[in-house]
């Protein structure tokens, strides 16, 4: 997969990462690591599921040491790793200008199963 265009910066927006957010089947092996073999993302050990889909969509969530809560945003931004490169809340495809689709998934609701 190739990097995706997100308006993180632009927007200061850290959504993603704040927890990360993905699929509870997601395997741990795909959890990025630091320069020592080091998982960046520690594990919350919590489930949670959108509001609207969460009879059939579960998500766990972590969070990202190289996520400053601070500044509100990735410390390594331009060396993220590839799979913080291949999310983003945006399809290029998609009718919805950029503004909308942002909004629509920093409003989305989740609900806490565990
Ligand atoms: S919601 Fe969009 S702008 Fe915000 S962190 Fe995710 S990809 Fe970036
Ligand atoms: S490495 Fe950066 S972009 Fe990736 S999850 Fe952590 S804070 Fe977010």
Not at 91 to 113: C, R, V
């Amino acid at each position: 997969m190739s990097e995706k265009f997100g308006p993180c910066l632009e927007k200061k927006c850290s959504w993603c990462c704040d927890p990360v957010k993905v699929p509870k089947s997601f395997p741990d092996e795909r959890i990025p690591v630091n320069g020592e073999g080091e998982k960046i993302w520690i594990d919350r050990k919590e489930i949670i599921a959108p509001e609207e889909t969460w009879e059939v969509q579960k998500l766990k969530t972590f969070d990202c040491v190289k996520y400053n809560k601070n500044s509100g945003l990735c410390e390594d931004y331009d060396n993220r790793s590839e799979i913080c490169k291949e999310t983003s809340c945006i399809d290029e495809n998609s009718p919805k200008t950029i503004d909308e689709q942002h909004k629509e998934t920093i409003n989305s609701k989740f609900i806490k199963i565990k």
